[in-house]
């Protein structure tokens, strides 16, 4: 990407709407780069401009796309009718220039360069204020280290850029996913020290230090350092400004005390609340859901009286006789004053993670509390006081699979770094199935663009 200014990238979402977000003017597209990092409110509005990008409209990556197609990927969403770009994730067959696997790719990227440019401005100005810069480049930081965590995820290894100068990053190969890994712990130890405790404006819809926190605990859970993920949970759990839940609907509602993170709404006429309940509840009284929850593989597998098949799903049955359930953490399509925001990470999560944590350093009871704790908040009796270590990880998956469904691609990710997709999905995709489908393949337009560039395995190039 060449170097545009930064304020002609963020001009184009921002509106009245997002001045309520930002709590700051709209900037001017006329002001060159150089001028963006020397007022506080303009720095500011550059950086949560990738906030207001990420939301802006439906069907982006960091909303719909995220939350439903890595579903589909998975084994608890489909879509309700044949769709070409859609259908290729349900059967595993994705292709290089499949428009999703172009699309993730590009708004990723074009997150990656944003947050590059706000730690290179941020860095180099000397006008701001000093808390406040630090609160910026923290943001800027933790950002990244998002993106790049499900960059590595969705493709394996990447490119790692860490500027904006295209001459660099045009012909860089891709990097091995712990180089990368280790650049996002660096980024998230950055965040941790430069943000504080509180959320600007008091709203809970851009990373503070216990995201930071909430980011690294998952992080080092992916990779194996067990003692390193709990610490950080305990962080996390710990902290008396955050919560598990009693009551699930009200989980997802903005600025919920689970809500460690949130992406506001944004372009929000007519009431409109998230973009994941415009398009996942049903539009009038008689039409079926969209993205609609798997039958066979999800609904039926939960538990006897769980209390999260009847407050996080929705059903209708049609004329047809068919009756078909849609994920409904998100209630409310149009509401005035706002009710819900996109739920980015949470605090159930945080015990997920211990208890994984935990369990895999032989520390079982106290694994299953943590497991338990989510459980009966859903109504679910406690676990087994006699169940081994691998029927407890069974267990972590089992909860992971039934707390976090339809959410930025935690099933798929699970699978895939505990190595169960072939087991799980194998007998579910059919013939199509092969263990390299746990991988998105590299856009074949990246590949003809930088010669350095090489193809996932499993995948033409």
């Given at each position: 990407m060449k170097r545009f200014s930064l304020l002609i990238i963020f001009a184009a979402t921002l509106?009245?709407?997002?001045?309520?977000?930002?709590?700051?003017?709209?900037?001017?597209?006329?002001?060159?780069?150089?001028?963006?990092?020397?007022?506080?409110?303009?720095?500011?509005?550059a950086v949560t401009g990738i906030y207001i990008s990420m939301n802006s409209l439906n069907y982006l990556w960091a909303n719909v796309m995220m939350n439903f197609l890595a579903g589909i990927h998975a084994d608890d969403v489909y879509y309700a009718s044949n769709f070409e770009d859609y259908d290729v994730f349900k059967q595993t067959r994705l292709l290089p220039n499949s428009t999703y696997v172009e699309r993730f790719w590009n708004a990723v990227y074009s997150y990656v360069y944003s947050a590059n440019a706000c730690i290179e401005g941020l860095t180099a100005s000397t006008k701001l204020t000093p808390a406040l810069k630090d609160q910026l480049l923290g943001e800027s930081y933790f950002m990244r280290a998002y993106f790049y965590f499900y960059l590595v995820n969705m493709y394996g290894d990447v490119p790692l850029v860490l500027t904006t100068d295209y001459r660099i990053s045009e012909k860089l190969p891709r990097e091995k996913t712990e180089k990368v890994y280790d650049q996002v712990v660096a980024d998230l130890q950055a965040a941790k020290r430069l943000l504080g405790d509180n959320y600007p404006n008091g709203n809970r819809v851009r990373p503070n230090k216990t995201a930071a926190s909430a980011l690294l605990a998952r992080v080092y859970?992916?990779?194996?350092?067990?003692?390193?993920?709990?610490t950080e949970s305990n962080a996390v759990i710990g902290n008396g400004n955050y919560e598990l839940l009693k009551d699930l609907n009200a989980v997802f509602l903005a600025n919920s005390r689970e809500a460690i993170f949130q992406l506001q709404s944004v372009n929000v006429g007519g009431g409109r609340n998230t973009w994941?309940?415009?398009?996942?509840?049903?539009?009038?009284?008689?039409?079926?859901?969209?993205?609609?929850?798997?039958?066979?593989?999800?609904?039926?597998?939960?538990?006897?009286?769980?209390?999260?098949?009847?407050?996080?799903?929705?059903?209708?049955?049609?004329?047809?006789?068919?009756?078909?359930?849609?994920?409904?953490?998100?209630k409310v399509r149009n509401a005035t004053p706002v009710q819900e925001h996109t739920m980015v990470m949470r605090v159930a999560e945080q015990y997920l993670i211990r208890a994984e944590a935990r369990i895999r350093q032989n520390k079982l009871d106290d694994g299953r509390k943590d497991l338990d704790a989510v459980r009966e908040r859903a109504n679910l009796q406690k676990l087994n006081t006699a169940l081994?270590?691998?029927?407890?990880?069974?267990?972590?998956?089992?909860?992971?699979?039934?707390?976090?469904?339809?959410e930025w691609g935690h099933r798929w990710f699970d699978l895939k770094r505990t190595q169960r997709a072939t087991d799980v999905l194998g007998p579910i995709k059919g013939a199509n199935w092969q263990p390299t489908d746990t991988l998105y393949p590299i856009p074949a337009y990246a590949i003809s663009t930088n010669i350095n560039l090489t193809q996932n395995e499993g995948y033409k190039k």
């Open positions: 509106s009245a709407s997002c001045n309520k977000y930002l709590d700051t003017p709209t900037p001017k597209t006329e002001v060159g780069d150089e001028k963006v990092f020397a007022d506080d409110k303009t720095a500011t509005s859970l992916y990779r194996h350092e067990w003692a390193l993920a709990e994941e309940a415009q398009v996942a509840i049903p539009a009038n009284a008689t039409s079926g859901p969209l993205f609609r929850l798997d039958t066979l593989n999800l609904i039926r597998k939960f538990e006897a009286g769980d209390a999260r098949l009847a407050k996080w799903t929705g059903n209708r049955t049609l004329a047809t006789g068919a009756t078909y359930f849609w994920p409904a953490k998100y081994t270590q691998p029927q407890l990880i069974l267990a972590v998956e089992h909860e992971r699979k039934f707390e976090l469904f339809a």
